[in-house]
T-cell receptor
Framework: DAMVIQNPRYQVTQFGKPVTLSCSQT?????MYWYQQKSSQAPKLLFHYYDKDFNNEADTPDNFQSRRPNTSFCFLDIRSPGLGDAAMYLC???????????FGSGTRLTVV | GQQLNQSPQSMFIQEGEDVSMNCTSSSIFNTWLWYKQDPGEGPVLLIALYKAGELTSNGRLTAQFGITRKDSFLNISASIPSDVGIYFCAGPRGSGNTPLVFGKGTRLSVIA
């Protein structure tokens, strides 16, 4: 089945230790998104790629970076995780326009 | 920026009851999307609405795109325990290829 896969499902990292979350898709969608979701809150957009074009949200901290080496893969790098970065990180894809998103199952990040 | 207001924030209902929740905005939206998020998972698209006045069903779920284009509601008939989760409304925050903005969600609990 075509899908969006996030790895790992659970990630524990130390305060200040760089961590990378990955997302892959078999849908061949143009657009890939990274959202941060804290407990009982709406998903908050960090950035998105339309094909290779990177679009950063104005309020996304510099601590968060992203790479999209090809259509299928997208990575979220957190350079120096703080306790406040503990959250669920959701990857989503779409064909663009008003097309609905397909979300992965998320990676729950714990910072210790 | 555009914001989506969902109500109620949470609701507890008996199994078998019908449920209604809504989403409003001070801005016009051209697309309304309803997602459900199970605990520990990514959101899943339930219904997409593309035209003012449109009424669309998906099994026991029915959603409508308000005539003013500033609101939408989601109804669930004859609720069952697996309806438990958080229901988010979402819409593109602009025209063209712009990301979705999400409401804060309605948390539904079903008492057997």
């Amino acid at each position: 089945d075509a899908m969006v896969i996030q790895n790992p499902r659970y990630q524990v990292t130390q305060f200040g230790k760089p961590v990378t979350l990955s997302c892959s898709q078999t849908l061949n969608h143009n657009v890939m998104y990274w959202y941060q979701q804290k407990s009982s809150q709406a998903p908050k957009l960090l950035f998105h790629y339309y094909d290779k074009d990177f679009n950063n949200e104005a309020d996304t901290p510099d601590n968060f970076q992203s790479r999209r080496p090809n259509t299928s893969f997208c990575f979220l790098d957190i350079r120096s995780p703080g306790l406040g970065d503990a959250a669920m990180y959701l990857c989503a894809t779409s064909r663009g326009g008003t097309d609905g998103y397909t979300f992965g199952s998320g990676t729950r990040l714990t910072v210790v | 920026g555009q914001q989506l207001n969902q109500s109620p924030q949470s609701m507890f209902i008996q199994e078998g009851e019908d449920v209604s929740m809504n989403c409003t905005s001070s801005s016009i939206f051209n697309t309304w999307l309803w997602y459900k998020q199970d605990p520990g998972e990514g959101p899943v698209l339930l219904i997409a609405l593309y035209k003012a006045g449109e009424l669309t069903s998906n099994g026991r779920l029915t959603a409508q795109f308000g005539i003013t284009r500033k609101d939408s509601f989601l109804n669930i008939s004859a609720s069952i325990p697996s309806d438990v989760g958080i229901y988010f409304c979402a819409g593109p925050r602009g025209s063209g290829n712009t990301p979705l903005v999400f409401g804060k969600g309605t948390r539904l609990s079903v008492i057997a």
